[in-house]
Each structure stands twice: as structure tokens, then as C-alpha cells.
């Protein structure tokens, strides 16, 4: 077994990224978080609590919105549901109404109660229990698509399947405002192996794959 974990390791290390060519998940075995992640901050400079209401508004200035629903057909897979299930970004200009709005999101960090930068954490979005579709919110990576793309229906804690684990980082970008979403394809804490910065794809709106142009966002606590 360790064998093939090093040679998993090795071959992926000589490819280089390929979005039409996604990579098999890779999992390997569950480490303790690393001590010096630093949280995730909100607008208010709080970290991301577990279970918290928080909306993701774009960090670029002079722009409005923030991350909600809708539903777009995906192209290249068959998932079908009859919620709303891809996860798009509504902007608007600032100052111009109306102006676009999100939905509040929550965060279920692996093992802690605050979000870490680079840790894995499962994302959803808040509906009351009496929605009729309350039990599909959780984000994960259809990798069915033609290009990768963000939609719900995905499990809180299951380890078995990667594509429902994102994680979130300082954005790196420009400025550096904000902070970004991620895609590894394993759930070790701090395996690097391979990673993916989230932006807009497709018809601009949503959000996938998108490494050259990652979309970064700040988070305001939601009432």
C-alpha cells in the first residue's frame, strides 16, 4: 500500500494540469490539522465558526452580490434534480439597484469548530427544514461536465467521496483581497499534491474550476 501511495504520488507529479483531464481521487491517510493554518477571518475580522450563517460577497471593489443558486443546465453530464442545483455568482454594480443578493452559507470545517485556511471543510447553503429541497445543499464538484463546475447534492462528513470537500484561501491574486475557494483532490490536511482555485466558468456566472482567474470573496456573518 505504501508503495502504491508513492507512485500515485510520483506520476502525478509529472502531468501537468488538465481540466478536460481531471485527475482520479487521490486519498490518503487522515493527519492531524497543521498547527500553523491561521483561520479564516470574516468582514468584522471574526473566524468562520462551524455551523454559522455567513454570506460570500465579492471582494472586488465597487462590485455588489454574493453566491447563491440556480439552474442552468450543466453541459457533458446527466445529473438531474429538480431543485435548483448549480452554484452560481449574481453580481451587480454598487450603488445600482436592485442589487444582487446570496444565500447564506455554512461551513463544516473537518474535525475543528473555526474554518482554517487550507483545511477541508464541507460548504452548504441555509434553508429552513421546511424547504422542499433543505436536503440538497451541500456543495461538491461534478466532474461529469465538460468543465469541472460547483453544484449542490454532495453529504456532510462523508469521506469516501472528495468532490464534496472544498477548502478556502488567502487570495493570491492582484491585490491579494479576499480570500478564495479550492478544490484538492485528497483530504489530507496538508499533502499538497495537487490544487484548484474556484471561479466563474461557462456563461460567467457559475462557479468551477477556473485556476488562471479565481474569484475571491469576503464573508459577512448573516443575521
Known sequence: MKTLIILCILSLSFF??????????????????????QPVLDAEGKPLIYGDKYYAVPATLGVEGGIS???????????????????????????????????????YPRGLQEVQESLPLNVAFYREESDPCAKETV???DEE????VIVTGGEI???DDVTNWFRIEKNSNGGGWGYVFTFWPSLCSYCRINSWRIGTVG?????????????PF??????
Open 16 to 37: 501537468p494540469l488538465s481540466i478536460s483531464a481531471f485527475p482520479p481521487h487521490i486519498r490518503l491517510p487522515t493527519q492531524e490539522p497543521f498547527p500553523g493554518n
Open 69 to 107: 443558486l440556480d439552474s442552468y443546465p450543466i453541459q457533458g453530464t446527466t445529473q438531474q434534480s429538480t431543485c435548483p442545483n448549480a452554484v452560481v455568482l449574481n453580481t451587480s454594480v454598487a450603488g445600482i439597484h436592485p442589487f444582487a443578493k446570496g444565500l447564506p452559507i455554512v461551513f
Open 139 to 141: 456543495w461538491k464538484l
Open 145 to 148: 461536465a465538460e468543465q469541472p
Open 157 to 159: 462528513g462523508d469521506e
Open 203 to 215: 456563461q460567467g456566472r457559475q462557479l468551477g474550476i477556473n485556476d488562471r482567474f479565481p474569484y
Open 218 to 223: 469576503n464573508f459577512v456573518r448573516a443575521e
